[in-house]
């Protein structure tokens, strides 16, 4: 029977992804040598960050005066690098406090430049988001930091403002799940591993009038407009992440684009939210208009039957259904490789081993 991967990421891919990558990795393009091989000065391995930097555009509808960055170092090396690459001197930034990974992107922001935070669900145990009439803003704050989505608490935001500061948001485990509007933001960044392939590559959209020369603590690999300038090419990229990703964008493409990845991570996590509130066993405490569609968390109201669940889960084909190591419980991560029978073949898990311990 077919297995499923409920991890946060790196996240199962699509088979059809898999199967071109295994077909196409000895000899890739005819060039008698494996991709892995390929120098990324190579005519060809041009053609691959253009192309994909193209689908990019396509897909997320990015508007002509952002730039495409193909970064390494990962999301968490964008918390450190947006401070020093956005703020000028005397300025501060805001940030939302929303879950687990604002509060990283915020202690980390904090070694780089002075931060305030415009709202916290702190104490609601991050089961809620603060709304936006709450948000004390800064109007003179260099930018204005979101998590759109809070991979280990289950939470994301439905809509994004529009101020007079750039919007920054960490997309990580959202971006390419929904369509959003890119001209709002100042700047988008994203690591790949959940939804746009393989671990190593991290996405950063940026609008090109934030760009400046790196100042004297940022290293030149990490100043957005050196890597702009470059064309991402300032440094090895990582190129076989960057070709997994490519490979994904046609895949997300070829399956109805964002539209219908939105659609489709409603429907599979609508199905697993209606099964955790009609259940005495499962619990979700998440605030409702708030909740994931894509990392639904959730908790045992036994929570001793916990290690019994795992292993029985595995054993029916649902892999890596443990929640976030900071958070504990539950949490089944739905991108959009995740078919809906693999949800379904969750739900009646869930349900069997209700009506067998709860
Ligand atoms: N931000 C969010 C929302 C995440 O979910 C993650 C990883 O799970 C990160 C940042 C960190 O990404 P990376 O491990 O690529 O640095």
């Known amino acids: 029977a077919e297995r499923y991967s409920f991890a946060a990421g790196p996240a199962q891919l699509p088979r059809e992804v898999l199967s071109q990558i295994h077909e196409e990795l000895p000899d890739w393009q005819g060039s008698g040598f494996s991709l892995l091989e390929q120098p990324f000065t190579s005519t060809a391995y ?15 509808a990015i508007p002509a005066n952002y730039r495409v960055l193909f970064l390494q170092g990962g999301a968490s090396a964008q918390f ?24 990283k992107a915020i202690t980390e922001a904090r070694r780089h430049g002075p931060v305030s935070v415009v709202a916290s669900g702190a104490a609601d145990g991050f089961t809620a988001l603060p709304a936006v009439e ?15 989505n ?66 004297a603590g940022l290293p030149a690999a990490f100043s957005y407009a050196v890597q702009a300038e470059q064309q991402s090419r300032f440094n090895t990229p ?14 997300i493409a070829a399956n109805g684009g964002l539209t219908a990845m939105a659609a ?60 976030h190591a900071a958070v504990g419980s539950l949490r089944a991560s739905l991108y959009n490789a995740m078919p809906l029978a693999g949800v379904e073949r969750l739900v009646a898990f869930l349900q069997q081993f209700e009506r067998e311990h709860g």
């Open 134 to 148: 709450t948000w004390q803003l800064d109007p003179d704050a260099g930018y204005c930091h979101l998590t759109s």
């Open 238 to 251: 990582p190129t076989f992440a960057l070709y997994v990703a490519a490979l994904m964008l046609r895949w």
């Open 264 to 323: 489709s991570c409603r429907k599979k996590s609508q199905r697993l939210y209606a099964c955790l509130d009609h259940s005495e066993l499962y619990r979700c405490r998440q605030r409702e208009e708030d909740r994931s569609t894509v990392n639904v968390c959730f908790e045992l109201r036994e929570p001793a039957l916990l290690p019994l669940l795992l292993t029985e889960a595995e054993r029916a084909g649902l892999h890596h259904l443990a929640g």
């Open 46 to 60: 041009k053609q691959l960050m253009s192309d994909t930097e193209q689908d990019l555009r396509a897909l997320a």
């Open 150 to 215: 809070e991979t280990g608490n289950g939470l994301q935001l439905r809509d994004f403002p529009q101020l007079s500061v750039p919007l920054v948001a960490d997309m990580t485990s959202d971006f390419l799940t929904r369509p959003v509007p890119v001209e709002r933001f100042g700047l988008i960044y994203a690591s790949a591993q959940k939804n746009i392939g393989v671990a190593g590559l991290c996405l950063v959209i940026v609008r090109d009038d934030l760009l400046r020369p790196p100042s």
């Open 80 to 103: 450190g690098l947006l401070p020093l690459n956005l703020l000028q001197p005397g300025q501060s930034a805001d940030y939302l406090e929303s879950g687990h990974w604002a509060c």
